[in-house]
């Protein structure tokens, strides 16, 4: 009942219904009324003719007796005139007198027409009446007129019949309408809540992937065609997820920070780089101002530049907010639905200049290492060639200096092509498990040597069985390059203690601890570049080619372990190296 179709339904049927009711009412009850009158004046016509005739036989002063008993014959009103429309007599002497003007214009109408006719309610009376009007004897002096009068009070009651069955079968049309409706409505409701929730949930997860269309209708074919519809979207919005899906991996995967703004500067989207890079652990709200998210005077710059502009920016950025990290900042135009927005690619440039800046020190440290062995060797060769090989003083001082220096050269060559072979993963044959206790009494015992000339004392402490999985060269040179050092740095009835542990079930560690010179924490995060020395005069004076740490840690890596370092300036230093137990 509350639906609205059935509502509409509902007075759809009754106005049609109303209206032909009252259009049947109209022209049905006119019609009985004609023919009830019709029927009136034709019996009328026929008592006339019977009257007309007897009347003509009829002396004037016998008018009044024989209209009396004339009238209940004709079972009708019957009314003698003269010519003038003066009434002679009446068969109902008691009823409400004639109109006199009426009766005059009917008298006339019969003297010119022979028959004179007229329907109104007249003579007294409140209900229509029928008036046959007729010439008895044209030739009869005085001349006389014969009028019959009959109300037409049953063609009243027939058209009132007809419109009480008129309107009991419109009852029981608007009933059957009513019914209809209802059943109609319902039949309709159903199939169009039916279409409704299937557009409705056509999209989510579990829902009826097709409505139930049963008929050949419009709304069969309505059905059929979101059946269609929903196909395509369906397969729109998978494609379009499917490359939603693909792009927000490709941008989550990038290694270069994305940040996309709007016009207002309100953050549309920020990859995990960009907040990798600055530092944004929390999760971005949608919309929220990239003022309070990063502040950076150069990227909002830039921003603002392409913002005013609309031209493509790309400039070199070094971010106090990332770090000081450095950024090849790639900035364009970006359409958004409430105006022109920017994106921005930022391509991390640190580790580049970093490299670039261990590639040029790298650079200057072998010119500057090479340099100097070169220049003695040069100098000393061309003074013997001068004739210094003529002076038995000095000639074999000035060839073991050149010798010395050539050693050097070789010792610098070896460590770059020991260096070289790590960093381009080459191995010397496959892993081994290899004793640990061994290993670092080999590198003791060629060290033991020169620790006694430079009167270092090395002291074994806990040694445990255990064995690790690497290359025993390399770990033997990394064990001995951290000895030699450890052994060199030392001071006078120093001491160096080695120790071989067990840090937990999958890892043993190597502790190398001296009482040398130290290390001051500001140098300890370059030790194991090549070529960088702490004390630069020392390092020549000892021998050292600057490439030992640089050789361990490569080593030591390969083998998938690492090396830390503890040192204090004046009271020596702790390197520990860690393998994977084999």
Not at 19 to 38: E, G, I, K, M, N
Not at 529 to 535: I, N
Request: aromatic share 4%; net charge neutral.
């Amino acid at each position: 009942m509350n639906s609205s179709i059935f509502r509409k339904l509902l007075w759809s049927a009754l106005l049609l219904i109303a209206a032909t009711l009252a259009t049947v009412d109209f022209y049905l009850t006119r019609y009985v009324r004609q023919q009830q009158t019709d029927n009136v004046a034709e019996r009328l016509s026929i008592e006339a003719g019977m009257l007309a005739g007897d009347l003509a036989d009829h002396p004037p002063s016998d008018l009044a007796v024989w209209v009396q008993q004339s009238g209940p014959r004709a079972r009708t009103r019957v009314s003698v005139f003269d010519g003038n429309g003066k009434l002679l007599a009446d068969s109902e002497p008691s009823a409400p007198s004639l109109d006199d003007p009426l009766v005059k214009a009917e008298v006339a109408q019969s003297l010119s027409l022979k028959t004179g006719r007229a329907v109104r309610a007249g003579g007294g009376f409140n209900r229509q009446s029928y008036y046959l009007s007729v010439r008895p004897a044209p030739g009869a002096r005085p001349p006389m007129v014969l009028r019959l009068a009959s109300t037409l009070e049953d063609s009243h009651v027939a058209a009132n019949a007809v419109r009480l069955r008129i309107l009991a079968t419109s009852l029981a049309a608007a009933i059957l309408a009513l019914l209809i409706a209802f059943l109609l409505s319902r039949w309709l409701n159903r199939r169009i809540v039916q279409l409704k929730r299937f557009a409705e949930t056509f999209l989510s997860a579990g829902a009826a992937r097709d409505p139930v269309i049963d008929s050949s209708d419009e709304l069969g074919s309505l059905g059929r065609s979101m059946q269609r519809m929903a196909a395509q979207i369906r397969e729109l919005i998978e494609r379009l997820n499917l490359e939603s899906a693909r792009r927000e991996a490709i941008i989550s995967s990038m290694a270069e920070g994305v940040l996309a703004v709007d016009h207002q500067l309100h953050v549309i989207f920020c990859n995990p780089a960009f907040q990798r890079a600055f530092d944004i652990r929390a999760s971005v709200p949608e919309r929220v101002s990239l003022l309070e998210l990063v502040r950076d005077s150069g990227l909002l710059r830039m921003l603002n530049r392409v913002l005013q502009t609309g031209e493509p920016v790309k400039e070199h950025l070094q971010s106090p907010a990332a770090g000081n990290r450095s950024f090849e900042a790639q900035i364009n135009p970006l359409a958004t639905p409430s105006g022109t927005g920017a994106i921005a690619i930022l391509h991390d440039i640190t580790d580049l200049e970093r490299l670039e800046q261990i590639r040029k020190d790298f650079v200057a440290n072998v010119s500057h290492e090479l340099r100097t062995p070169l220049a003695a060797i040069a100098g000393y060769t061309e003074t013997l060639l001068e004739g210094a090989m003529e002076d038995p003083h000095n000639n074999r001082k000035f060839l073991e200096i050149i010798q010395n220096n050539a050693v050097r050269l070789t010792s610098i060559a070896s460590d770059l092509l020991v260096l070289s072979e790590m960093e381009s993963g080459a191995a010397r044959g496959e892993p081994q498990c290899i004793s640990l206790p061994e290993a670092v009494d080999s590198a003791l015992q060629t060290v033991e040597a020169e620790a006694a000339a430079r009167n270092v004392r090395i002291v074994r402490g806990n040694i445990e069985a255990l064995e690790v999985r690497a290359h025993r060269v390399r770990l033997e040179q990394a064990l001995l390059n951290l000895l030699v050092n450890a052994v060199k740095f030392n001071r006078p009835d120093g001491e160096v203690h080695v120790e071989v542990t067990r840090l937990s079930t999958s890892q043993a560690a190597v502790v190398i601890t001296d009482t040398g010179i130290g290390i001051p924490s500001e140098d300890l995060p370059r030790i194991f570049e090549r070529f960088y020395r702490v004390d630069k005069a020392r390092s020549r004076q000892v021998g050292g080619t600057g490439l030992g740490l640089s050789i361990v840690k490569h080593a030591i890596e390969r083998m998938n372990g690492r090396i830390l370092v503890e040192s204090q300036l004046g009271r020596g230093s702790k390197f520990t190296v860690i393998l994977p137990i084999a």
